[in-house]
């Protein structure tokens, strides 16, 4: 048994899974060629790295990843989301995904690079309009996703009435841990899902071991909604920092990177990320998904897509024998 084909624009991964793009510093080169490597498609974060590094990182992951497609993840929300867009383009990677707003112009600086611009989204209404404004596909998150989150409403909820508010393919993210749930993706009209926290977990995640072990040891109670600078609440893992920001509404910025367009300067998120990438995952963020207690262990990403597809078999068997 085999997954569905998943076809956007030029691109027909032999996986429908799409690796999420992970500030800061958790999906670069290392993680992105893994994924596209063995089928799936990659994405690089833009996230808190300059221009020249994420350009670096595309010229990485496209010679390890041979055919396979690797994309860029900007943020709309971060002061350098135009200049990133345009050097992302200008090396012709596969696509560019991005979420935390929407733009215009994103959409015809792609058509004009003839590249495919995805959309993330989390509502019906704002599909509509990605689509409108010619998103190739929409990426719907649930608020079972980590990071920053746009809804309050689980994915399977909203899936259904994206999937029928538009025509282009729409992946499933959020809350997406093993093969039972892409099967589950699929049978509410889904074309694809996005995986970021299970892919954390894993041997070639451009996160150090430190950011890791943190995945592996979370119990089902140690993550938490807290709310950042950008004014969104984002799904963290406990620990002294999500303490301390919980705690106190009067914090001192030690650093400001300056990176939002629309910042409340009670702390330094992108800084806070930062610190966790270095390997200081007590004092720093460490995004994860609502499901990040049930990964135990961390593997080789070809064994990762291994188990996906044994389990969604499974799943797919189990459906059949009560048809």
């Known amino acids: 048994m085999k997954f569905p084909e998943l076809r956007i624009g030029h691109m027909i991964p032999k996986i429908p899974v799409i690796q999420g793009g992970m500030g800061v510093g958790i999906s670069l080169s290392d993680l992105s060629s893994a994924v596209a490597k063995v089928g799936g498609i990659g994405i690089i974060s833009g996230t808190g790295i300059t221009i020249d590094e994420m350009r670096s990182h595309i010229r ?17 929300a971060m002061n350098d989301f135009a200049e990133k867009m345009k050097a992302a ?11 935390a707003g929407i733009s215009r ?48 409403r689980p994915l399977f909820e ?39 926290t299970r892919f954390v977990a ?10 890791k072990q943190k995945y592996i040891e979370a ?29 106190s509404d009067k914090l001192r910025i030690t650093k400001c990177r300056d990176c939002l367009k629309n910042c409340s300067y009670r702390f330094c998120t992108l800084d806070s990320l930062l610190k966790s990438k270095d390997g200081d995952v007590e004092n720093g963020l460490v995004f994860a998904g609502a499901r990040v207690s049930e990964i135990n ?15 969604y078999e499974r799943a797919m068997q189990l459906k059949n024998s009560f048809a």
């Not at 383009?89 to 979420?99: H, N, Q, T």
């Not at 495919?116 to 998150?141: D, M």
Request: hydrophobic share 45%; with cysteine.
């Open 60 to 76: 990485k992951a496209r010679q390890k990843a041979a055919k396979g497609y690797i994309g860029v993840n900007v943020l709309f």
């Open 89 to 99: 383009l200008e090396e012709k990677v596969d696509f560019i995904i991005s979420g």
């Open 105 to 152: 112009d994103m959409y015809t600086w792609g058509k004009q690079a003839g590249i495919p611009v995805l959309s993330i989204v989390s509502s019906a209404k704002l599909a509509k309009i990605s689509e409108r404004l010619g998103a190739a596909a929409v990426v719907v998150e649930g608020f079972e996703a980590g990071g920053h989150l746009g809804t309050d």
């Open 158 to 196: 909203i899936l259904p009435e994206v999937v029928e508010a538009v025509d282009i393919p729409v992946i499933a993210a959020g809350g997406i841990i093993n093969g039972a749930d892409i099967a589950k993706a699929f049978d509410l009209g889904a074309s694809g899902v996005q995986m970021g």
């Open 202 to 211: 894993s041997e070639e995640c451009d996160a150090p071991l430190s950011f």
């Open 219 to 247: 119990r089902q109670e140690d993550t938490l909604l807290v709310k950042t600078t950008v004014g969104l609440h984002g799904r963290a893992i406990s620990n002294h920092f999500t303490d301390l920001i919980s705690a």
């Open 297 to 311: 262990e961390i593997l080789p990403v070809k064994k990762i897509m291994e188990h996906l597809l044994e389990e």
